[in-house]
């Protein structure tokens, strides 16, 4: 299995005024959607989904172990994915969890990507709803392009992270911002991640609140622009990592990663 980064040292990380990002761009039509019916304790629809299992690291030195159970990854008969970490010895790992991807299931070019979701809380919890270029496997990463819809550290409750990598602006170099809720957590109920993209533009809301707007403008001279083609799904819960500290004994397991919908969207006009 290749390993690609997923952290990211944020540049500019304060969120502007939405009031200064918004922009008429047109309305969006529903294409596409997962609402994960099914029984309880049921596996993933493989149609769309399927696993990346493997436990080396990922490129991030996560410490989790992904597999393709329903201990890990399962639907939970109330119309939700649940993603699931577990401490337990497993192939070598002290943890496990799990990661799907939509390459070859789903995937679309521009438009209006979102999912509705409720977070882990715990020290070392790394949960993520992002998309890779669809020609990840034919030029590598970052080449293929990287959206990170939202990142979250289980520590950090009420601060979500969105941000693009690409040749020139990758691992710690990415370029993004992050969110803060206005109150509560993103551990006590569902929220809504989305991201707009658009030639020329990429757009991030929380709850349908616009925090983050990045053009080509935006990018280190010289750098190119990689998010015009085909774009896939993936979802996954890491334990560990570069981007944030290991779990202590505070961290609770299991901790779920739950995921009510996930859909995609094209402009009307």
């Known amino acids: 299995m290749r390993a690609y980064l997923l952290s990211a040292v944020l540049i500019g990380c304060a969120a502007p005024d939405s009031s200064e990002l918004a922009e ?4 969006w039509e529903l294409v596409w959607e997962d609402d994960f019916e099914g029984s309880q ?3 993933i629809d493989t149609t769309t989904w399927t696993h990346e299992v493997g436990g080396d690291g990922w490129g991030n030195e996560q410490l989790e172990h992904n597999t393709d159970r329903t201990d890990n990854v399962r639907l ?10 577990l401490k337990e010895d497993f192939e070598g790992n002290s943890y496990t969890s799990g990661r799907i991807r939509s390459l070859g299931g789903y995937q679309q070019s521009y438009g209006r990507y979102e999912a509705r979701i409720k977070l882990p809380e715990g020290k070392g919890l790394w949960p993520a709803f992002w998309m890779l270029g669809a020609d990840f496997e034919q030029v590598g990463w970052p080449t293929c392009g990287e959206i990170d819809i939202m990142e979250f550290r289980g520590d950090e409750t009420y601060v979500s ?3 693009i990598h690409g040749p020139g602006y ?3 170099e990415g370029i993004g911002a992050e969110y ?5 957590t993103f551990t006590d109920d569902y929220h809504t991640f989305a991201v707009e993209v658009d030639p020329e533009h990429i757009a991030w809301y929380v709850d349908d609140t616009l925090f983050q707007r990045i053009t080509p403008a935006d990018l280190p001279a010289g750098t190119p622009w990689v998010f015009d083609d085909s ?11 570069a981007f944030l500290s290991n779990p202590d004994e505070n961290t609770a397991f299991p901790a779920t990663m739950s995921v009510d919908y996930v859909r995609a969207y094209e402009r009307v006009d």
């Open 76 to 85: 939970d008969g109330a119309g939700n994915l649940e993603i699931v970490a």
């Open 41 to 43: 304790g049921e596996a």
């Open 161 to 163: 992270l969105g941000t």
């Open 170 to 172: 990758s691992g710690g």
């Open 231 to 241: 774009l896939f799904f993936i979802l996954n819960l890491a334990v560990g990592g």
């Open 180 to 184: 803060t809720l206005p109150e509560g």
């Open 24 to 27: 008429d761009f047109g309305t």
